[in-house]
């Protein structure tokens, strides 16, 4: 139990936050181009490219949360008090903003379909059981389903590390545990119970979650196969780098392949159920990929760069929030027919998508209140400072 106080704070884990985020614009910023551009165009498979190769956006946060909530809290003692301060602390950071902004964005719907009548009528749209089914199913806006699953996996969390407190043999195969509940639940569970929404239920991405918790139980082992320095670098290492690329590369081309073919002659090229095993093979690679990336780009990149990485993962359930009502406002701007400046629209959507959320949710960090909106924000004076050469093992 002593170990626990040990165990670094690990600033990478904020720029693979931003890996996150920047893959989570990259869909939304393509996935209307990908749907109504000419499917013929020479440009046409790079969206639909960009489209794909960053749909590992939420699984590798869900993998995230799994790492970090199992780094922390593994060696913990597990009381009642632990307890209530884990569901305080999670669920403050992220229930109050979700039910915010639940009901900012079924408002703009609401009205951008039927106008504003008046206020009761309006006020009325919120009491009915369709408002109620979207608030849990987090349905109000496409993007608001992950904060759900979060939730899910905040309250199933405690739970998870009791069983493995009580045998802590389940912890050397919580990942392959986790795999076999999300098969059953694909391929048994949803079609046995006609479940709607299954992208809203948490088991639907247990893997994802358990393979993060499995890294975080065992971080202080595995560290030094993810962060791979001069200092400890071996031939097997090396090795299982390669392996990890070459998975998530060649499964990132096959996805890409489905989808295109897809998008072009409406057929399935491949078994969704073989499609489901590549997926799953490409994210849960993404995360230790990006977490290797992020010990590199922390370490050796430019300190400015790597303090603007930093504080956008540090922003980016704050961006993830904001940005579809950005991008929605940004589409209402016309284009011309000229293909380079459509291409340059298609460009700024994105680069709007991050910037101006980024900018309203720094801003907000000077008020009391951005916890309502934001959750927590870091202080300009507290982000981590940057390393000037790189470090073996676990950075602090």
Same mark, same amino acid.
């Given at each position: 139990? $002593?170990? $626990?106080?040990?165990?670094?704070?690990?600033?990478?884990?904020?720029?693979?936050?931003?890996?996150?985020?920047?893959?989570?614009?990259?869909?939304?910023? &393509?996935?209307?181009?990908? !749907? &109504?551009?000419?499917?013929? $165009?020479?440009?046409?498979?790079? *969206?639909?490219?960009?489209? &794909? %190769? =960053?749909?590992?956006?939420?699984?590798?946060?869900?993998?995230?949360?799994?790492?970090?909530?199992?780094?922390? *809290?593994?060696?913990?003692?597990?009381?009642?008090?632990?307890?209530?301060?884990?569901?305080?602390?999670?669920?403050?950071?992220?229930?109050?903003?979700?039910?915010?902004?639940?009901?900012?964005?079924?408002?703009?719907?609401?009205?951008?379909?039927?106008?504003?009548?008046?206020?009761?009528?309006?006020?009325? /749209?919120?009491?009915?059981?369709?408002?109620?089914?979207?608030?849990?199913?987090?349905?109000?806006?496409?993007?608001?389903?992950?904060? +759900?699953?979060?939730?899910?996996?905040?309250?199933?969390? #405690?739970?998870?590390?009791?069983?493995?407190?009580?045998? #802590?043999?389940?912890?050397?195969? +919580?990942?392959?545990?986790?795999?076999?509940?999300?098969?059953?639940?694909?391929?048994?569970?949803?079609?046995?119970?006609?479940?709607?929404?299954?992208? =809203?239920?948490?088991?639907?991405?247990?893997?994802?979650? &358990?393979?993060?918790?499995?890294?975080?139980?065992?971080?202080?082992?595995?560290?030094?196969?993810?962060?791979?320095?001069?200092?400890? +670098?071996?031939?097997?290492? +090396?090795?299982? !780098?390669?392996?990890?690329?070459?998975?998530?590369?060649?499964? =990132?081309?096959?996805?890409? /392949?489905?989808?295109?073919?897809?998008?072009? /002659?409406?057929?399935?090229?491949?078994?969704?159920?073989?499609?489901?095993?590549?997926?799953?093979?490409?994210?849960?690679?993404?995360?230790?990929?990006?977490?290797?990336? $992020?010990?590199?780009? *922390?370490?050796?990149?430019?300190?400015?760069?790597?303090?603007?990485?930093?504080?956008?993962?540090?922003?980016?359930?704050?961006?993830?929030?904001?940005?579809?009502?950005?991008? *929605?406002?940004?589409?209402?701007?016309?284009?011309?027919?000229?293909?380079?400046? /459509?291409?340059?629209?298609?460009?700024?959507?994105?680069?709007?998508?991050?910037?101006?959320?980024?900018?309203?949710?720094?801003?907000?960090?000077?008020?009391?209140?951005?916890?309502?909106?934001?959750?927590?924000?870091?202080?300009?004076?507290?982000?981590?400072? %940057?390393?000037?050469?790189?470090?073996?093992?676990?950075?602090?």
């Amino acid at each position: 139990m $002593a170990q $626990a106080a040990k165990r670094p704070y690990l600033p990478e884990l904020d720029i693979v936050r931003t890996f996150g985020i920047l893959a989570v614009i990259m869909i939304h910023a &393509t996935s209307a181009i990908v !749907a &109504t551009y000419d499917h013929h $165009a020479t440009l046409y498979p790079l *969206y639909v490219f960009l489209n &794909t %190769v =960053s749909k590992f956006a939420v699984p590798v946060f869900i993998f995230l949360s799994g790492f970090v909530l199992f780094y922390n *809290y593994y060696d913990k003692p597990f009381t009642a008090k632990t307890i209530g301060q884990f569901y305080k602390k999670r669920m403050s950071k992220i229930l109050i903003p979700f039910l915010l902004f639940s009901i900012l964005y079924f408002g703009l719907t609401r009205y951008a379909q039927f106008g504003f009548v008046d206020l009761q009528t309006f006020i009325g /749209y919120f009491t009915t059981e369709k408002f109620l089914k979207m608030l849990v199913f987090g349905k109000t806006y496409t993007h608001l389903y992950f904060v +759900i699953i979060i939730i899910q996996f905040y309250a199933l969390s #405690p739970l998870m590390l009791y069983a493995i407190k009580r045998f #802590p043999a389940l912890g050397k195969h +919580i990942a392959w545990i986790g795999l076999l509940v999300q098969w059953l639940f694909i391929y048994k569970v949803i079609g046995e119970f006609h479940l709607k929404s299954p992208g =809203s239920y948490c088991f639907t991405y247990m893997f994802y979650f &358990t393979a993060g918790a499995f890294i975080g139980i065992h971080f202080m082992k595995l560290s030094s196969w993810i962060n791979l320095a001069k200092t400890n +670098i071996t031939p097997q290492k +090396i090795a299982a !780098a390669i392996t990890l690329w070459v998975l998530f590369l060649s499964s =990132s081309l096959i996805l890409f /392949y489905f989808y295109y073919e897809n998008r072009l /002659y409406m057929i399935k090229v491949i078994n969704t159920n073989l499609l489901e095993i590549i997926d799953e093979i490409r994210c849960v690679t993404a995360g230790i990929l990006l977490l290797q990336i $992020a010990y590199w780009v *922390y370490t050796l990149w430019n300190k400015k760069v790597v303090r603007a990485l930093l504080h956008i993962g540090a922003t980016s359930f704050g961006i993830y929030l904001v940005h579809p009502l950005v991008l *929605y406002l940004y589409r209402k701007t016309s284009v011309s027919g000229d293909p380079v400046l /459509y291409h340059a629209w298609a460009a700024g959507g994105f680069f709007i998508a991050l910037l101006v959320p980024w900018a309203i949710v720094s801003f907000s960090a000077r008020f009391k209140w951005h916890w309502l909106l934001f959750g927590p924000l870091p202080a300009k004076e507290n982000r981590p400072a %940057v390393p000037v050469q790189p470090k073996p093992g676990i950075d602090a």
